[in-house]
């Protein structure tokens, strides 16, 4: 006897579309990034904790100058720019402006039949759209669609005002002006995103010439991905990288009024001219090589040095004219008691003294503070363990031991 059985058919496994892989990533990467409240107004949006509005420019003059966008690009405000480029056909515009100098050719001729005195405003543009044509013609130039939008960020709609009004009294200075996107402050935002979806459809007709002056080629910062960190740029907050290194001369000089501290540390080296002969010398040696030939002499409560040492420095006038200029004054401060060590967890040290400045990331911000308000935990830059040459920057998390002290040195 034979027994059989049915064989049971496995259930089919759905496959999965690379399509479906594509929708569950955009619906993860929405979740991620959208807001957690959304409100639209006529002429705000609140974005979560913060207050958005956008503009768009509707009327430039007859010249822009090189850099006039600048200032705005460069304010020290939270705020985003867009500017879409359109590119226009050459043949299709050529129609309309041979159709525009007709029409403005038969008002200026109206015009004189009737006895009138020319009209500066008609001949300007006829010339004006004369030219066009001709550098049209002859592939100097071309037209674009360009729109431009700015979409400003606040924590409240006063200081947004505030914000507005400043943008606005910069651009309507070189007779620019702007305009809030009424009822489409939706259409606004989505339009300054990074998604290059310009769904304002707001241009104004620019040809090659003004629109290159609106790119931001001009900017306050001096910067770089490697370098030495200098100090903060007052104007925006960014950081001044520089490797002055790199250059073909590396030399660099310190300008700075009476008075300010421009005391440098005595292995610095300094170029000296003396009895006609110039070498290069570290500053601490010349100053006491100065006291021990003419005497030590108190210059002020915390200087001592000797007046007249009889030798000469390179120096700057104020036209920025460079030549050899007497030394007056060679002279040494006593240097303090007590020094702070700072140690980061990369296992870097940092030596200073309690009144010297240093850069702190702080809540998110970079600020100048003194060694002695630094707190544990806290970040600052030191450069990285490479040769000068390719010297950079990072940030790492200190630990401070204000026990640490250095007896009196010079």
Known sequence: MALFSKKEESPKMSAILPEDI??????????????????????????GEKVTRTFFVISYPRFLAEGWFSPVINLDKVFDISIYVHPVDTATVMRKLQKKVAEIQSQIATREEKGLVRDPLLETAYHDVEQLRDQLQQAREKLFDVGLYITLYADTEDELTKVESEIKSILESRLIFVKPALFQQEQGFKTVIPTADDQLAIHTKLNSSPLSSLFPFIS??????KGILYGINRHNAGLVLFDRFSLENYNSVVFSKAGAGKSIEKNSPVLIRKNGKVSLEKIGAVIENSIKKNGLEKIDADLEGVVNPGFEVWSFDKELRGSWSPVTVAARKEAPKDYYKFHSKSGREVTTTGDHNMLVLRNGQIVVTKSTDIRKGEYIPVPKPQKALDDQHQLYKVNIDKSFQIKNTQ
């Open 22 to 47: 594509y929708e569950e990533g955009v619906r993860q990467l929405r979740e991620v990034i959208a807001p957690s409240a959304l409100q639209i107004a006529p002429k705000n949006l609140h974005l």
């Open 220 to 225: 306050f910062d001096l910067t770089s991905d």
